[in-house]
């Protein structure tokens, strides 16, 4: 009867002292760790939940009505301090983001947010950074405005996202063309823009914009031509019409010396796009236009509406 009340207690012991080790097997054995029969050290950033450089962006709603403002947070996580882009105090709204709306086939067109801005004569340069200290968090909005043409307009119906730009780095004078300043992109979640019944003049004047937007583009393209064929005696051949819109182009790269600030990229690419045919001698440029009842297009279909210019228009008479 003694043996196995004693055989009990050294059984009770070893059970006790188990649960102990597993209670604090961290502290037991801190410097290692056993893995499939390996030793590995214990990775100690991996208790941290928060890394170096970790900004979150976030909408205060997934869903958006034509008359509401995008609210955005921005959470700096990260262990480090980050320095964000701001818009000079001319402007309207201080931090400086972009905008991307979703097309198809997961592509998404990137719109900028700051046109007015820049447009009435503030430079670029202008913008400068602050400092985001780690863990501080701050609030912008978008008020839905973007550029088209010549001027702004409200954004369509559809899906968005807020792409925001941040730096390691402060950015001065001496780095500002270095490679420390180049922006990194940072991108909220999705949000919707719905369409409202109420704002169907905003859908109509949109439709304008982006035509003026294409037309203003062809003519720069057309220079772009121009000054091509004064240097190499020709136009870019493309006896079948080439996408201007595809960064893979041949005719597009040949162009990418020849024009300033010349945006290929029509404003509902992959659905519109533009186009290029020449023999040499002779060039013809062409964009799809939305608006159907424009007075300078060629009504192809009954939904499909084309505008041209070629080597032989005179620019000058549609500007």
Known sequence: MHIKKVITIIILF???????????RDKIFSNGRIVNNETKQEDLSKKDPTQDYLIEVKTDKTIYNQNEPVNISIMNKGKNDVWLFFLPKQCERELYFSVQKYVKDDYWMTLSTWYSCFSSGVD?????????????????????????????????????????????????????DGESSIPIDVFSNEFEIKPSSENSYVSDQLKIEHDIMRKSSLRRIKSALEAYANNNGGYPISNEISKLNNGSSKIRKELMGYFGSTDFQDPKYPEFYYGYKSDGTYFELSARLENLNDEECELVKSNLCIYKIDSKDDTSKRE
Do not use: C
């Open 14 to 24: 070893f059970i006790f002292a188990a649960v102990l080790i597993f209670m604090f």
């Open 124 to 176: 670029f340069n202008s913008i400068e950074t602050k400092k985001i200290n780690s863990q501080e968090d701050i609030e912008s909005f978008w008020d839905k405005k973007i550029p088209f043409g010549y001027d702004e307009a409200y954004a369509e119906s559809g899906i968005y996202k807020i792409v925001l730009h941040y730096s390691k780095n402060e950015i001065t004078e001496d780095n500002r």
